[in-house]
């Protein structure tokens, strides 16, 4: 893989959402989803896979220590499957979902747009449900009510 599939792709991603300039979106590797900052990335050193990076918002001071655990939560129990990871932005605090896409013959514009389309859902619920919610939400994991449930 290249930087042609990457640059095919990102062409592809534009073609069906709708934008009229791909070159454009190549030159500055980001477009807006459902109000999300999301950064199409590709690099040297791993060919085989673009990064997408969607930026939820900026957690309120306060509420960190709160918002990091869940992350972690988040990230050991639903992000791992995906080759994703929320993290923060060290440049504006901000929380970022990383999500490393293989790229494989099977991927296009349409999965791309779907794959952009699912986090962006992902997002919303970060955004109206940890990042602007109240603390007391949050006793779950921590708090022990939970089950373990063998396979």
């Known amino acids: 893989m290249s930087i042609e599939r990457y640059a095919e ?11 009229p300039d791909p070159d454009h979106v190549l030159k500055i590797r980001t477009i807006e989803v459902e109000g999300f900052d ?8 791993d060919q085989q896979a ?3 990076n969607f930026h939820y918002g900026t957690v309120t001071a306060g509420r960190t220590l709160v918002v990091f655990r869940l992350m972690l939560e988040a ?6 499957q995906d080759q994703a990871q929320l993290g923060l932005d060290s440049d504006t ?16 514009g349409q999965v791309v747009a779907d794959l952009l389309a ?4 992902h997002g ?3 955004r109206s449900n940890i990042i602007e919610s109240s603390d007391e939400m949050f006793a779950g994991i921590i708090a022990g009510d939970y089950l373990w449930l063998r396979a």
């Open 50 to 52: 673009m990064y997408v």
């Open 75 to 80: 990230n050991l129990l639903i992000y791992a």
């Open 9 to 19: 792709i990102v062409r592809d991603v534009c073609a069906v959402v709708g934008l």
């Open 38 to 45: 999301v950064r199409l990335d590709h690099f040297e050193n």
């Open 124 to 126: 919303r619920y970060w």
């Open 118 to 121: 699912h986090y962006a859902e």
């Open 93 to 108: 605090g901000g929380i970022v979902l990383i999500l490393r896409l293989p790229l494989t013959p099977d991927v296009d």
